[in-house]
């Protein structure tokens, strides 16, 4: 079974044998490719793992780009000969979604809220560093209780670079002290450590509102391994989570 995760910057992959997590590949999101394009890409990553698309008889897809969304569904169709599990609407998930609006919820929360329970209890908190950052609440009993959205770390570095004419773009890295000595240094502190405290501050103000129960921290996405170690909270980094979240509602669907 095959799981996309298909985000505003990155494609994260899965290929899965049963519950076993064979492989994953992170790419570049396009927005305009076609069914035949992500065919191959597919296919050749697969190769690398001794398998092809012949080998896969199903697909389960949480997606925020909507052309890639139908793209991954018209795959489905033609190579696999079967329709793409698409989470959204009218799918089984497991998960209660107490928020003014569920509809609104997308498949990364909900597939991260599933998976942060089954794996770890409640009540816990995903931080899923991606384009943006997604904080999810999750219940003692496993239901999306809401949470809050950010700016990236690197929508955030972006932005600052865009802005501020004398400003050179640097490694997103924490550098050795907060109180940089030359430019780079300063440019770095301030936005790996402020970003740090925006993380650690939302930490706070979501836990203390969820209740007397102390939650699990979960970080998940592509920047969380430059962000977690850093941020007072986190307690693991679960890089599948989303996609192990797919997987449990494909199970629940079929």
């Not at 035949?36 to 949480?62: F, K, N, P, T």
């Not at 169709?77 to 599990?85: C, F, G, I, T, V």
């Not at 998960?95 to 599933?114: F, K, Q, Y």
């Not at 706070?204 to 850093?230: F, K, N, S, Y």
Request: net charge negative; with cysteine.
């Amino acid at each position: 079974m095959l799981a996309a995760d298909v985000g505003n910057t990155n494609v994260v992959l899965g290929v899965y044998d049963g519950a076993k997590l064979v492989s994953t590949w992170r790419t570049a999101t396009r927005h305009d490719q076609t069914e035949d394009e992500l065919a191959v890409m597919v296919d050749a990553l697969l190769i690398r793992e001794d398998l092809s698309l012949d080998d896969v008889d199903a697909l389960v897809l949480g997606s925020v780009v909507p052309p890639l969304t139908a793209s991954f569904m018209r795959l489905a169709e033609r190579y696999l000969d079967q329709p793409a599990l698409v989470i959204g609407p009218g799918v089984k998930t497991g998960v209660r979604l107490r928020v003014d609006n569920p509809s609104e919820v997308g498949a990364d929360r909900i597939a991260n809220t599933l998976a942060a329970h089954r794996r770890y209890g409640g009540p816990a908190i995903v931080v899923d560093f991606g384009t943006t950052t997604n904080f999810d609440v999750v219940s003692a009993e496993g239901d999306f209780l809401g949470g809050a959205f950010a700016p990236g770390l690197e929508v955030s570095a972006e932005s600052l670079f865009g802005r501020a004419a004398r400003l050179f773009r640097v490694p997103l890295t924490a550098p050795a002290n907060a109180i940089g000595k030359n430019t780079a240094d300063c440019i770095r502190s301030g936005i790996v450590f402020g970003y740090v405290g925006l993380v650690e501050g939302l930490l706070v103000r979501l836990t203390a509102e969820l209740g007397p129960a102390t939650p699990r921290v979960l970080a998940t996405g592509g920047l969380a391994a430059t962000i977690a170690p850093l941020a007072r909270g986190i307690e693991r980094v679960d890089d599948d989570l989303t996609l192990e979240g797919l997987r449990l509602l494909w199970e629940l669907n079929t």
